[in-house]
């Protein structure tokens, strides 16, 4: 099955400051890679999704993600965190293995931006 | 606002008990996912369906069980419930059985099991 792996429990950033959410995926075939934020209580929100083209994808907010093949890594990135950017932010990917393209989530990590 | 729509939002019960959560996809699409999200297991795919049809399974335990209705609508019923199975129930849904891939998410039913 394809999987995604979030080395990081939590991430902390100072505000103003660039911030970077790891992930690595193993999948067969194309990747079909996504990120998702999660705030308190709430549902998890699209942020951003890669399936071709461009190694480097915006998304909302803000942010951005790069897709490295030779590193099998898609990591989320942000020039400068805002202290509202602190939630949970899961990576995923879409596995076709099983018919449904349900998408496969990693453990997520939590992002604290301190003023 | 996603579009997806979760009862209830809150739901305290006892071991041994059925519950029912229900979930309304965004208006027109056809397929609906059901995920489980607790501290120790993270986000786990349960169940898919797609125009009423199952489609796929996750790590779906014999004692859960989903179905999805002619008005597209879906319920996971979880029965025998046990203190393991409190969690944050998530339906997301997409318009198609594959596309562009992105899921949208309701904003979950929260199970306690006492």
């Known amino acids: 099955a394809q999987s995604v792996a979030q080395p990081e429990d939590q991430v902390n950033v100072a505000e103003g400051n660039p911030l970077t959410v790891k992930c690595t995926y193993s999948v067969s075939g194309n990747p079909y890679l996504f990120w998702y934020v999660q705030y308190p209580n709430r549902g998890l929100q699209f942020l951003l999704k890669y399936i071709t083209g461009d190694n480097l994808v915006k998304g909302s907010y803000g942010f951005e993600a790069e897709f490295n093949k030779s590193q099998t890594s898609f990591h989320l990135k942000k020039p400068s965190a805002l202290v509202s950017d602190s939630a949970l932010y899961f990576c995923?990917?879409?596995?076709?293995?099983?018919?449904?393209?349900?998408?496969?989530f990693g453990k997520g990590t939590s992002l604290l931006v301190t003023p | 606002d996603s579009g997806v729509t979760q009862t209830p939002k809150h739901l305290i019960t006892a071991t041994g008990q059925r519950v029912t959560l229900r979930c309304s996809p965004r208006?027109?699409?056809?397929?609906v996912y059901w995920y489980q999200q607790s501290l120790d297991q993270g986000l786990q795919f349960l169940i898919q369906y797609y125009n009423g049809e199952e489609r796929a399974k996750g790590n779906i335990l014999e004692r859960f069980s989903a179905q999805q209705f002619p008005d597209l609508h879906s319920e996971l019923n979880l029965s025998s419930l046990e203190l393991g199975d409190s969690a944050l129930y998530f339906c997301?849904?997409?318009?198609?059985?594959?596309?562009?891939?992105?899921?949208?998410f309701g904003e979950g039913s929260r199970l306690t099991v006492l």
């Open positions: 208006s027109g699409d056809l397929s």
């Open positions: 997301a849904s997409s318009p198609r059985l594959a596309g562009s891939g992105e899921l949208f």
């Open positions: 995923a990917v879409r596995d076709g293995s099983n018919s449904g393209y349900a998408l496969n």
